[in-house]
């Protein structure tokens, strides 16, 4: 080490102890209090707070916080108290991945939960595969997380593209007309809701006039929309995503363009209709509403009012917010059935869960498709309410869906779940 | 054949939005020779800016505020895009000052800071104003749409054309017809001079740059109606932007007019016949034109290809 | 980049300590309360930003499009595991070949440009390459990733290492970077080196100094963009898959202010000392507050505007004798 020094080094090798000792007394990650007796249970957060699902990943967040609070009210899960941890994923699958190996190698959390950006649930999948760690997919609706990219250890609760088109279209075929015209984002997601559509629409005689794939980014729909007006179909399919669709609702309604032709669109996600409730236009999909007239919805609302007091929060649940709520609900049921936390046991007790309706606070029972690890369960179609009955109420709900009538029949054949022994065992 | 009318209208209005889009950055690129990478966070600030304005709780005194309240929507809009653009002036004047000291450095530098400024001010947006969606109340004067040759057309995408046409002929008339226009010019291409006539180059500059910015916050309201509200709609803004003085090539003000005008119909015509290039359309004409021009269309010699 | 004694060595006293200090981070990392993964990912990054300092910091070359060669790399990785052989050494060797390709096209299409025209050129073919890994989805998986990539065994014949454990895997990456920082040194010091410097104070005058100039970028450009491609891979195997978003203009934004941060434009190690310093204050503070990027901006605009020789700038009086 020629030039340097001993003094200096000394001085430089303290103030990395320094810098260090500094980085392990704050942190380097926000943690709840642990107040149990024994060993308490850590889940991890894996919730996008920024980027571009950050709105409704923290949505997600919130509901999923308000599910352990009150099972640690009611004095945990086998008797241990439930404690977790949160990062932002940011939107982005590098940090997925990150924050994943955190949790699971540093933390020792033994659920992950927490998705609503297709890439990061990915990422964060390959890393729960690798460890065998359970991984609930909150509201990552893309039809792939419970086909090709399916996993022993990874839950999808959320209705996805194929669901919600298996509900609305065939029904439109007869009633609307068989000009279809498809209006896709050229991505993954989109691609294969559009796939489930045109199989749909041939299957009930209908025609695809075109498939018109709009880049992702796209911010002007003007070209789009004159198009559509040259082909004149009876309906028109969407299956767009994030900023896109937000920007396609505006320039539609804008244009008063939203009644003829018809437009069947995906899934409106409650947080991005919530700031711009007037560019809801044509069909939509939805898992859930926070004005279903079932028991328990009414107290349901009352709950999350209460948890989300003083917050920013949108004064009323919606369906990205119901799915994070009802994921956690039933993984802490699942604990308590298997008895343990042993993964396997857990993952065993998920897998042929039935849910009742009134349970889930949906028309239809509810359950978990062995094979696909996708709960399947009541798809809602909906328009923009035009008698609302008060400010939250934006949706009017048109009809509900069976889930055996919805479910994605293709789905089985491109999932390949390994066996239980190729799951690497662990025990919180 | 004629089917192809339409799409050549909806390019060249889409140009001309573009255009708009483009002119605060144009001005501060050609007059300074500064690449201001806040544009795009400017822009998102005047949409955010002009919201708080329209939505029920304007930043204003009570007594003030009734008597805005009670205004009709379109006397409010109007007011809105004069007086949120000058607001949005006064982040324009921090970045300016701040960047004072890159003056005369690598033009680099100049570009870093406005990086640095653009996350500040869009993560200031998230604080602000939360990171959900919002969407600018429309007057009914110009909003809906009309029926020409048959199809359906938003009436509000041809006024805000009408208003880019024209916010792009003053800006041209008050840099190339008057005494101002003259100095800044004067001061963009030899200061030494500017300063020997007694100017102070300092106070051009700055008022230089605040322009820029209010022209990009007036871009902001005008698009924010067609694009939607969100915190991160700056990086929509100055991609293109960027893009488009490129295109056009540095210091010419038709240059990037035609710029402009041509990316709105490569997206347009593109998005019609072959709607999944669309994006990339824009790039590729880009490639293709600075492959062959060194200096994009009608640039001319500057200080940013040092 | 001031020369020394040292600028003829090919290992120098900075990088004994330093690789002698991360050989060590294993058996420390956790009790700093980090954990290998980072380390991991550090040391990827390290790569990378040293990479494309090669082009900011060397020859003065403004690219915001680097995340391609990156996002290319990690794709290549992938696929040729999957198509061509599962073999560590040629899965490298073809993501760092594919991504030296596509740098070596694109700077065909930029090395005679200049400034701003040479900047947003990048950016464009970023942008190209970036929808292309979405649009090609049947070949990257678009934006749901290229899935279930190996850490593959490092084999030398008489002897195979086990990498797939996160501290496997961080010793492969610190040989990669060892391996990486004494060529790069090299290559800086060298003749080739000192025309790329000539080109960083003025193309216009190494130009005239009978040099050719574009084919001085050309190659930097590609080199730059091979190694690139290197650190893509890598990261490919650390995320046991490849996405687009590294290709986004984000993440290439990213790059160039850990490098300018760090301090590329004055020292060797300033891309080095801005990826650790973002990297870990990215986990610190973002767990503090969801509103970190606005405390990391202003660092940045401080940065640029006080001491724009970034931190190693700062840090050279302390160091003085120290390189």
């Known amino acids: 080490m020629a030039g340097i020094s001993r003094r200096r080094f000394v001085q430089s090798s303290a103030l990395t102890a ?102 990061v649930a990915n990422a964060i999948t390959q890393v729960a595969n690798k460890h065998g760690t359970i991984y609930l997919n909150t509201n990552s609706s893309a039809p792939s997380e419970a086909g090709e990219n399916c996993s022993r250890v990874k839950f999808v609760w959320d209705g996805n593209g194929t669901n919600f088109t298996k509900a609305a279209v065939r029904n439109a075929v007869q009633s609307i007309g068989k000009n279809w015209l498809l209006l896709t984002n050229d991505y993954v997601y989109g691609h294969s809701t559009a796939a489930a559509t045109k199989a749909e629409v041939e299957a009930a005689g209908g025609r695809i006039l075109d498939n018109m794939l709009v880049p992702q980014n796209t911010r002007d729909f003007t070209a789009y929309l004159l198009k559509v007006q040259q082909l004149r179909p009876d309906v028109v399919a969407t299956a767009m995503g994030g900023d896109d669709n937000k920007a396609l609702r505006e320039q539609v309604t804008q244009l008063k363009l939203g009644d003829k032709p018809a437009w069947i669109n995906n899934q409106q996600d409650w947080p991005d209709v919530w700031g711009a409730p007037d560019s809801l236009f044509g069909v939509f999909g939805t898992t859930w509403y926070h004005k279903l007239k079932l028991p328990g919805v009414d107290e349901f609302v009352r709950k999350w009012q209460a948890a989300t007091r003083g917050t920013d929060a ?20 699942a604990i308590e059935r298997a008895g343990s936390t042993n993964n396997i046991k857990i993952i065993q007790a998920l897998e042929n869960l039935k849910m009742p309706a009134a349970d889930r606070l949906q028309h239809f029972d509810a359950y978990i498709n062995p094979n696909t690890h996708q709960v399947q369960q009541t798809v809602y179609l909906a328009r923009k309410n035009a008698r609302p009955s008060d400010s939250t109420d934006h949706f009017d709900i048109l009809s509900w869906s069976d889930p055996k009538a919805v479910e994605d029949t293709a789905a089985p054949a491109k999932c390949k779940l390994i066996p239980y022994e190729q799951v690497r065992t662990v025990d919180a | 054949m004629l089917d192809l009318v339409p799409h050549l209208l909806n390019g060249l209005t889409l140009g001309l939005l573009f255009a708009l889009i483009a002119l605060g950055f144009m001005l501060i690129v050609g007059l300074m020779e500064q690449i201001n990478l806040a544009h795009g966070s400017l822009f998102a600030l005047g949409a955010y800016i002009a919201l708080q304005f329209l939505g029920p709780k304007p930043p204003l005194p009570p007594e003030l505020a009734a008597q805005w309240l009670a205004l009709p929507l379109g006397w409010r809009y109007g007011l809105a895009l004069l007086i949120a653009p000058c607001v949005a002036g006064i982040a324009g004047i921090a970045v300016e000052v701040c960047m004072r000291r890159t003056y005369g450095k690598d033009p680099l530098y100049g570009l870093l800071l406005t990086f640095g400024a653009a996350m500040v001010i869009e993560e200031g947006i998230r604080l602000t104003w939360g990171s959900r969606d919002h969407v600018l109340p429309l007057p009914p004067e110009v909003s809906g749409g009309f029926i020409f040759h048959g199809l359906i057309w938003s009436t509000y995408r041809f006024y805000a054309a009408g208003i880019a046409a024209a916010a792009i002929g003053l800006v041209w008339l008050l840099i190339e017809k008057t005494r101002t226009g003259a100095i800044i010019k004067a001061g963009a291409h030899d200061s030494e001079m500017v300063r020997a006539l007694g100017i102070d180059l300092s106070k051009l500059r700055l008022g230089v740059f605040v322009f820029g910015t209010m022209l990009a916050a007036f871009a902001g309201i005008i698009l924010a109606p067609i694009w939607g509200i969100r915190p991160h709609m700056g990086v929509d803004a100055v991609i293109p932007a960027f893009l488009i003085i490129v295109l056009g090539g540095v210091g010419s003000f038709w240059g990037s007019v035609m710029a402009a005008l041509l990316v709105g119909l490569a997206i347009g015509l593109t998005g019609a016949y072959a709607s999944e290039w669309s994006l990339l359309s824009i790039y590729i004409l880009l490639v293709a034109v600075v492959s062959v021009r060194a200096r994009g269309l009608f640039g001319k010699k500057s200080l940013l290809e040092a | 980049m001031p020369h020394s004694a040292n600028a003829a060595r090919i290992v120098t006293p900075t990088m004994l300590v330093l690789w002698l200090a991360l050989a060590s981070a294993p058996l420390w990392i956790d009790a700093v309360g980090l954990y290998p993964y980072l380390g991991v990912e550090i040391l990827i990054w390290s790569i990378y930003a040293l990479a494309f300092n090669l082009v900011l910091g060397t020859s003065g070359l403004v690219s915001f499009g680097h995340g391609a060669y990156f996002g290319v790399g990690a794709y290549a990785f992938g696929l040729a595991q999957f198509n061509l052989s599962a073999n560590l050494w040629i899965c490298l060797g073809v993501a760092t070949l594919a991504a030296g390709l596509a740098g070596l096209f694109v700077g065909l299409f930029i090395s005679h440009r200049r400034g701003i025209y040479y900047a947003f050129m990048t950016i464009a073919f970023g942008q190209i390459f970036w929808t292309i890994a979405i649009k090609a989805y ?129 020292s060797f190690w300033g891309p080095v000392i801005g990826v650790v310093t973002f990297l870990i204050a990215r986990d610190v503070i973002g767990a503090l507050t969801f509103a970190w990027m606005i405390y990391f901006g202003l660092l940045f605009m401080a940065i640029v505007l006080f001491r724009p020789e970034g931190i190693a700038g700062m840090a050279r009086p302390l160091f003085a004798r120290w390189r």
């Open chain 3, 138 to 266: 049947s070949l990257t998986g678009g934006e749901d990733g290229l899935l279930n990539i190996a850490r593959l065994p490092a084999d030398f014949g008489v002897v195979s290492f086990d990498i797939s454990d996160n501290v496997g895997l961080y010793y492969f990456v610190l040989a990669v970077f060892v391996i990486v920082v004494a060529a790069l040194w090299r290559l800086v010091h060298s003749p080739y080196g000192r025309v790329l410097a000539a080109i960083r104070q003025s193309e216009t005058r190494a130009a005239h100094l009978g040099y050719p100039v574009w084919f001085y970028k050309l190659t930097v450009f590609a080199l730059s963009a091979a190694i690139s491609g290197l650190a893509g891979a890598l990261f490919a195997m650390a995320q046991r898959a490849a996405f687009p978003d590294v290709m986004s203009v984000n993440l290439s934004g990213l790059v160039v202010m850990m490098t300018l941060v760090g301090g590329g434009l004055v």
């Open chain 1, 18 to 119: 320094a810098l260090a000792g500094i980085a392990g007394f704050y942190g380097p990650w926000k943690h709840n209090q642990a107040y149990a007796q024994g060993k308490p249970i850590k889940l991890g957060l894996t919730n996008d707070a920024s980027g571009q699902f950050g709105n409704s990943g923290r949505d997600d967040h919130r509901a999923i916080r308000m599910a352990i609070d009150e099972v640690n009210a009611k004095g945990g899960v086998l008797g241990r108290k439930i404690e977790w941890i949160t990062a932002d994923t940011e939107s982005q699958p590098a940090t997925g991945t990150r924050v994943a190996e955190r949790f699971i190698t540093r933390e020792d959390c033994a659920v992950l939960i927490g998705a609503l950006h297709s890439g």
């Open chain 1, 314 to 333: 949108i004064p009323v649940p919606g369906n990205v917010s119901y799915n994070g709520y009802m994921a956690t609900r039933e993984l802490f049921r």
